[in-house]
């Protein structure tokens, strides 16, 4: 991504984005070819925040977020707390692409970052045994 992307990745830096070894950061061009449906899910914890950031959006593309419903619009970020329950779709009839990445939630301070980092970690180290 470095090499294609340099800007994209310049920005992204400056995001408050988790650094948690085999976990985050996480960013990623996420397309959503016509037709297709990500079916209602949510995330386990509510320590970040994920961030959309159309790029490219065809007439009948959308996201739910808990009761509601918002279409992307090119150059608007949206950002949601993925533990509420959500959804997206493409009923239009070229593909949609966003960029898709999280950031720590912004009333977490710096030291229950590190505490979570560190959880993270361990859960990681003891899932490896």
């Excluded at 037709?35 to 490219?56: A, F, W």
């Excluded at 996201?63 to 090119?74: D, N, Y």
């Excluded at 707390?81 to 966003?98: C, K, L, Q, V």
């Amino acid at each position: 991504m470095e090499r294609l992307c340099p800007s994209a990745l310049a920005a992204l830096e400056l995001a408050p984005q988790p650094v948690i070894p085999a976990r985050a950061p996480l960013a990623l061009f996420s397309r959503l070819t016509p037709g297709t449906h990500i079916q209602p899910h949510h995330g386990m914890l509510n320590t970040r925040l994920i961030c959309h950031l159309p790029l490219i959006v065809p007439e009948g593309c959308a996201l739910r977020v808990g009761p509601e419903t918002r279409q992307w619009r090119i150059g608007e970020l949206m950002i949601f707390d993925d533990s509420f329950e959500h959804e997206a779709w493409n009923r239009g009839t070229s593909d949609r692409t966003i960029l898709l990445f999280e950031i720590w939630r912004p009333d977490i301070n710096a030291d229950e970052r590190e505490q979570l980092t560190r959880i993270f970690s361990a859960i990681d180290t003891y899932a490896e045994r």
